[in-house]
């Protein structure tokens, strides 16, 4: 189960992800940052991954595109740093930003 929550504020739009990015479940982040991409008006979209529990070859694969258009992670906890920082490195050292 994944759980989607979005937090507006003048400079961010801010998904709170939580549960399991496995499966159907990356493609329905996929398609929500892509819906919600469209209207930031020069904002940044940060995801935050703080509630994760578990995160799939699929959910990988997704990270690794949302780090190539830009989108900006929060995380905490040994398991989604490290996780953030291999899929950073598939992404080819693209630019991007974990906040603790």
Do not use: Y
């Not at 996929?30 to 699929?58: F, G, P």
């Amino acid at each position: 189960m994944l759980k989607i929550s979005i937090v507006e504020s003048s400079n961010e739009r801010r998904l709170i992800v939580e549960g399991k990015l496995v499966g159907p479940w990356a493609a329905e982040l996929k398609s929500v940052c892509e819906n919600t991409s469209q209207e930031l008006r020069d904002r940044a979209l940060v995801i935050d991954m703080r509630h994760l529990t578990a995160i799939s070859q699929e959910g990988e694969n997704v990270l690794v595109e949302l780090i190539q258009k830009g989108v900006k992670f929060r995380c905490r906890g040994v398991f989604t740093k490290h996780v953030l920082k291999q899929v950073a490195r598939r992404a080819n050292g693209n630019p991007w930003k974990v906040n603790k």
